[in-house]
């Protein structure tokens, strides 16, 4: 269990460092903050000086060992717009984004697994094909058009839920509905082909012929196994959980993590895309993590060796 | 697939009146079972009847593909919702075909418990040997907490699991294949039923284990006095365990008689190809003599008997129609032209 | 006379790694432990034992697939094991292997002909119309229809592919053939067609093989001479007439009493080996059988009996047999 830890742990940093490499390599090579933040008008003195009180005159790699130590030190930089710490810029969204994100991954748990556990049980019935074309067009559907469309509906036509901002409960349910669908969609599909699986399996009909119950068999025997493969994708799902609303948060003019992104890398705000990206891997990473431990208290194949290993 | 919900086209013959020492415990009569598939139905059992007597025991041969499974999968409505089945299987003089499914299920693993071949993926990945044993004895018997444990715990023991209370904690992949036989064995026993099937139990298994199972199941019938089907495609299993044999081929029994009979004197041009055409330990080495041809594909079956394509002895009545099973002192067989040839 | 194949003390190990546990490790999995035969031409060595005893891993060491971490195997006079590669090469053709599984060995993709003929091509054996017509004619020596060769493997019957991958591994003329499990995959009727084909070809190319099968009955029927496996060595060796009529191993007599038998008599008296094979990673010190056997006697939880020869030229490695045998002769 230990090595096993070390491993994933080992991995999960190296994954983080790449993303934070090539973050940095990628923003310092796209443009000049100093020509974004202070405008085309600038005279050249006051460029330099900008560069040179950001430290953005030193040859990059300086500035990369220079960041990276920062780093270990806890300190993320300085928001070059809002001349405060880029972690406190980014920190007072992330509870915005969550607020929207958290009701739309439930959503998807709540529509996606039990649609695809329903079409599965009901393979080529005309409840199937309903769920699964529903399903196709849920994540067919670009998040923007959707959302757009709704507007169009609900806000503009109808006028009962409000087209942006962040209010009241009210705003959520538009874009919540829009990141929702998707998802659900994707976890259908994911949850019906799993579950068809495992009821193609021999344990499945020793439990039908030990005369077990069919929604037992379908709860106690099928369930268990199908959610393996499932939990992957709900765990990918919660790694984007911060940073899977770009385009929707902008829709409705969200104020969240995905609008201040959007905003800091046109304006080259360095520091404060850097912890976002960051928020971002580390999400991503811990996420990974959890599903592995789920697949070992899920499946006891992976977290029990083997008493004897056979070899022809 | 689904397992429930199964399309029936039940056809009720009148009983005949029958004059029968005892009381079938299985009656199978003029079962039909057919898969829907792309090109139409097609037919894989074409009207199979047999007895199973209380205590009895059955051996079902036969190569893969001749329905002898299916038949009895059938019986339990195992076959999902693809497979069309007409005619009767009795338990008891109950109908089972179509049978409401709260019926099924208290025959199921109650009255009739099934054991396949595969035992590692026959058995759920995910929950202990012990919770699986439980399950059956919850259902069938009403045993739950302390005395479902100790149940556990004496079955497993029963069916020879050394060490029984470590193992009810350990999970199917822990365990090798001979162990997870004897646990599928253990959860069957845990139903106290009249009737096991035993769906090529020891097809999987290394043949020193394979004969350990088929000594446990002697032993279990003998305590027990439970009837046996023995499905398997090996003549020396079904040799080992049964008392009868049926031989089936392409949906149909072919040849049916005690053991000693069908392989001291077989009638059926299958059943004496098979006997001949596999080498055994106790003959002189010579060559072999193999059956002809392959095994028609279902959809493709023949007009006349099945056999006839692969039988040097048919004539034009063989390809024209298909024979009956026909008794005759104890034996039956299904041939135009029974051979009599010692094995 | 010199044997056509000789292994010798062939050793192959694999390193398990033991994920999981906090002190997991790397244990050695010793899937064929000093093991050694001699095949003469034109015979059968037919090699049983139960799954995971070794016996494939033998069957690639004894083509050179696999390279044994110890020991030879000389083929016709040359050491394959230190052959570099193109040598090797050369050789293979006529060392060829048939496996159990034949959809598996064939390719999807292909028609039957192409397949039959590839090894004449990768080989840059004969011009294309030659090697057409050896590959038809070999197809009708393994009793398959000239027109099917226009067909891909799965329009095809399982014995069918079989006669493929025979006709496809003979077509170099081989001669050595390793057959690894060639008719289990088969249905019951059709069993019999290919043991018949397999010594059909022998007599008429002058094959040597070497045999491997679970099935007791089936390695009787084909093989010259038997060894038997049991969890990476032989344990008994000899000829077949000698091994049915008196085998001295444990084993090996629990082997044969549990073959399932038509014969009720038999069935009689005989005696059944309790539990399962040791785990091939946790091999107990002395001899590997000794929990299994109802002979074990001190000596055998300590020391591990080689294979040795009796009198009679029949090898068994059982301290029990051996001495009571030795005894017996002297």
């Avoid at chain 2, 444990?149 to 009810?168: C, F």
């Avoid at chain 3, 293979?92 to 390719?107: C, E, I, T």
């Avoid at chain 3, 094979?277 to 000794?290: A, E, T």
């Amino acid at each position: 269990m230990l090595r096993f830890l070390v491993a994933k742990l080992t991995r999960a940093f190296l994954a983080i460092l790449f993303v934070v490499t090539f973050a940095f390599v990628v923003l310092r090579l796209s443009g000049d903050p100093a020509l974004m933040i202070l405008g085309p008008e600038t005279t050249p003195e006051a460029l330099a000086a900008f560069r040179k009180s950001w430290g953005l005159d030193a040859p990059v790699w300086q500035q990369f060992l220079g960041y990276l130590g920062n780093l270990t030190e806890g300190r993320f930089g300085q928001s070059m717009r809002d001349a405060r710490p880029a972690i406190d810029v980014v920190m007072e969204r992330v509870p915005i984004t969550l607020w929207l994100m958290l009701p739309a991954l439930a959503l998807k748990i709540l529509l996606g697994v039990p649609a695809g556990v329903l079409a599965a049980l009901k393979r080529n019935s005309t409840l199937d094909r309903a769920i699964m074309t529903f399903s196709v067009m849920g994540y067919a559907v670009p998040n923007f058009v959707l959302g757009i469309f709704l507007i169009l509906i609900f806000a503009v036509q109808l006028g009962w839920l409000p087209s942006s901002g962040s209010a009241t409960w009210a705003h959520l349910i538009l874009p919540v509905i829009v990141l929702g669908t998707a998802g659900a969609g994707i976890l259908a599909r994911f949850t019906r082909s799993a579950m068809l699986e495992v009821l193609g399996q021999p344990y499945v009909r020793t439990a039908v012929a030990k005369g077990v119950p069919w929604w037992r068999v379908v709860n106690w025997h099928a369930l268990p196994n199908a959610a393996i493969p499932t939990v992957t994708v709900i765990g990918f799902m919660m790694g984007s959980l911060i940073a899977g609303a770009v385009v929707t948060e902008s829709v409705f003019a969200w104020p969240g993590l995905g609008r201040a992104l959007v905003v800091a890398v046109s304006n080259r705000d360095l520091a404060v895309v850097q912890v976002i990206l960051l928020l971002v891997a580390a999400c991503m990473v811990t996420s990974n993590l959890i599903v592995d431990m789920l697949y070992g208290w899920l499946d006891p194949r992976t977290r029990i060796p083997k008493a004897g290993v056979g070899g022809g | 697939m689904g397992v429930e919900a199964l399309a029936h086209r039940v056809e009720f013959e009148p009983p005949a009146p029958r004059v029968l020492p005892q009381a079938p415990r299985l009656a199978f009569r003029d079962l039909k079972v057919s898969f829907a598939a792309e090109r139409g139905l097609v037919p894989v059992v074409h009207g199979v009847s047999f007895d199973v007597l209380p205590g009895g025991t059955l051996g079902l041969v036969g190569e893969s593909g001749c329905g002898k499974s299916v038949t009895c999968m059938a019986a339990l409505g195992l076959l999902g919702p693809r497979a069309v089945v007409s005619g009767s299987a009795t338990l008891d003089g109950r109908e089972l075909i179509g049978a409401s499914t709260a019926e099924l299920d208290r025959v199921r693993g109650g009255r009739i418990a099934m054991i396949f071949q595969d035992p590692m993926s026959s058995l759920n990945p995910v929950h202990s040997v012990g919770r699986q044993i439980r399950e059956s004895l919850s259902l069938h018997r009403g045993l739950e907490g302390r005395a479902a444990e100790a149940e556990a715990k004496r079955l497993l023991d029963r069916v020879g699991i050394p060490s029984a209370g470590q193992r009810m904690k350990e999970y199917p992949h822990q365990l090798s294949g001979g162990m997870n036989q004897r646990a599928m064995i253990a959860i069957a026993l845990a139903g106290e039923p009249d009737v096991l099937i035993a769906d090529e139990p020891t097809t999987a298994l290394d043949v020193t284990i394979q004969a350990q199972i088929l000594d446990l199941l002697a032993d279990i019938r003998a305590e027990t006095g439970m009837a046996i089907v023995l499905i398997s495609h090996d003549l020396g299993v079904i040799a080992e365990t049964c008392d009868d044999v049926a031989v089936m081929y392409c949906g149909r029994i072919v040849e049916r008689a005690p053991v000693e009979t069908l392989f001291a004197g077989p009638r059926h041009p299958y059943t004496i190809g098979l006997l001949h055409s596999l080498p055994r330990l106790e003959t002189q080495i010579g060559a072999l003599e193999p059956i002809a041809g392959v095994v028609p594909e279902p959809w493709a079956a023949p007009a006349g008997c099945a056999f006839a394509p692969r039988c040097s002895g048919a004539s034009a009545l063989c390809h024209a129609k298909a024979p009956q099973l026909a008794r005759s002192g104890g034996r039956s067989v299904a041939c135009h032209h029974p051979q009599i040839r010692f094995a | 006379m010199t044997p056509l194949v000789e292994a010798r003390d062939l050793r192959r190990h694999f390193r398990i790694r033991m994920g999981g546990a906090l002190l997991g490790g790397v244990k050695s999995l010793k899937a064929v432990d000093g093991v050694s035969f001699r095949i003469e031409r034109g015979r059968t060595l037919g090699l049983v034992g139960e799954s995971g005893c070794g016996k494939s891993t033998l069957a690639r060491l004894a083509l050179g697939m696999t390279a044994p971490d110890a020991g030879q195997v000389v083929f016709d006079g040359v050491d394959v094991t230190r052959l570099p590669t193109g040598e090797w090469r050369r050789l293979r053709r006529r060392m060829q292997m048939v496996f159990q599984d034949p959809l598996g060995a064939l390719d999807r993709r292909l028609t039957v002909l192409a397949q039959v003929e590839e090894p004449l091509r990768i080989h840059g054996l004969a011009a294309p119309a030659e090697r057409r017509e050896r590959a038809l004619g070999l197809l009708e020596g393994v009793g398959l229809q000239r027109h099917l060769g226009d067909r891909y493997p799965h329009e095809l019957s399982g014995g069918q592919r079989q006669r493929v991958v025979l006709a496809r591994a003979l077509i170099l003329e081989p001669d050595f053939l390793v057959c690894d499990e060639p008719i289990s995959a088969l249905d019951v009727s059709i069993q019999a067609q290919v043991v018949n084909l397999l010594l059909e070809l022998q007599q008429k190319f002058g094959l040597t093989f070497l045999f491997i099968s679970h099935d007791l009955k089936v390695v009787r029927h084909v093989s010259d001479e038997i060894a038997v496996m049991y969890l990476g060595r032989i344990v008994e060796q000899g000829s077949r007439e000698r091994l049915f009529a008196r085998p001295e191993h444990p084993y090996t007599r629990a082997l044969i009493a549990a073959v399932p038998t038509l014969d009720r008599e038999r069935r009689r008296g005989r005696t059944l080996l309790a539990g399962d094979p040791p785990s091939p990673l946790d091999l107990p010190k002395g001899c590997r059988f000794q929990a299994r056997c109802p002979l074990a006697g001190p000596l055998c939880r300590h020391i591990e009996p080689e294979l040795v020869t009796l009198a009679d030229g029949h090898r068994v490695a059982c301290h029990v047999a051996a001495g009571a045998t030795l005894e017996r002769a002297a």
